[in-house]
C-alpha cells in the first residue's frame, strides 16, 4: 500500500520561505510524477506543480517565480520551496502522486496546514 | 489557462435519490488518443481528495459502482445513481490535459 506522508514548518511570517517534504512509502517511486496542490482555507484547490524521479518539473506559470521542487530519489521524499509568503499562501497543502501515462491522482499525503502571518 | 465550470455549487439530495454534477471546461479536454483528460474527485469533511473517475469515465480502485462519469470534448458529467449519506463531501471535476492542470470550483454535496 502507498502512504505518502509530509512534514514541514507550519506557521511563517510574510516573506519567508516555505518548505515542505512528502516521504514515500511503498509501491515505486520511479514511474511516476510527484506533485504538490494547495487549498486555502474554505477554497478550492489549486496545482502548484510536479516532478519526476530524473528531475524533470512542471510549475503553474502563476508560482512559477516562487517555487521549487526538488526530488531526493535515495530517500523516497520530494520538496517544496516557495519563497516570499505572504498571507494568500495560507493553505494546506497536499503531495500527491500521479500516474504518468493516466495521469491519474492517486495518492494524496493527509495534507499540511500552513499559516503565514506577521 | 483552462477553466473548469461545475454546477450546481450546492446539491441537497435525499438519501436513495439520483444526483448529478457537470463540469464544463473552457477548452476541449479530449485528446487525439481518444481519451478525455478529466478526473472527478470526492474531498470528504476533514479528508484529502480521493480520485474517484478517471479519463472521463474509469472508476478508481474501490469506487462503488454508483458513481458514473460521462462526457467527452468540454462537457463533462459526474453521476451518483443512489446517493448513501457517506457521500457527502465536495465534488471536484479536474483536468490534466494541460499544465497548468485546474480544478473546477467544487459541488457541494449534503443530505437533505
Redesign the interface.
Given at each position: 500500500q502507498v502512504q505518502l506522508q509530509q512534514w514541514g514548518a507550519g506557521l511563517l511570517k510574510p516573506s519567508e520561505t516555505l518548505s515542505l517534504t512528502c516521504g514515500v512509502y511503498g509501491g515505486s517511486f520511479s514511474g511516476h510524477y510527484w506533485t504538490w496542490i494547495r487549498q486555502a482555507p474554505g477554497k478550492g484547490l489549486e496545482w502548484i506543480g510536479e516532478i519526476n524521479h530524473s528531475g524533470s518539473t512542471n510549475y503553474n506559470p502563476s508560482l512559477k517565480t516562487r517555487v521549487t521542487i526538488s526530488v531526493d530519489t535515495s530517500k523516497n521524499q520530494f520538496s517544496l520551496k516557495m519563497s516570499s509568503v505572504t498571507a494568500a499562501d495560507t493553505a494546506v497543502y497536499f503531495c500527491v502522486r500521479r500516474v504518468i501515462v493516466t495521469k491519474r491522482l492517486d495518492y494524496w499525503g493527509q495534507g499540511a496546514l500552513v499559516t503565514v502571518s506577521s | 489557462d483552462i477553466v473548469m465550470t461545475q454546477s450546481p455549487l450546492s446539491l441537497p439530495v435525499t438519501p436513495g435519490e439520483p444526483a448529478s454534477i457537470s463540469c464544463r471546461s473552457s477548452q476541449s479536454l479530449l485528446h487525439s488518443n481518444g481519451y478525455n483528460?478529466l478526473?472527478w474527485?470526492l474531498q470528504k469533511p476533514g479528508q484529502?481528495?480521493?480520485?474517484l473517475i478517471?479519463?472521463g469515465s474509469?472508476r478508481?480502485?474501490g469506487v462503488p459502482d454508483r458513481f458514473n462519469g460521462s462526457g467527452s470534448g468540454t462537457d463533462y458529467t459526474l453521476k451518483i445513481s443512489r446517493v448513501e449519506a457517506e457521500d457527502v463531501g465536495v465534488y471536484?471535476c479536474?483536468q490534466?490535459l494541460q499544465?497548468?492542470?485546474?480544478?473546477?470550483?467544487?459541488t457541494k454535496l449534503e443530505i437533505k
Open positions: - | 483528460y478526473h474527485f484529502s481528495p480521493q480520485l478517471y479519463l474509469n478508481a480502485s471536484y479536474m490534466v499544465i497548468p492542470y485546474t480544478f473546477g470550483q467544487g
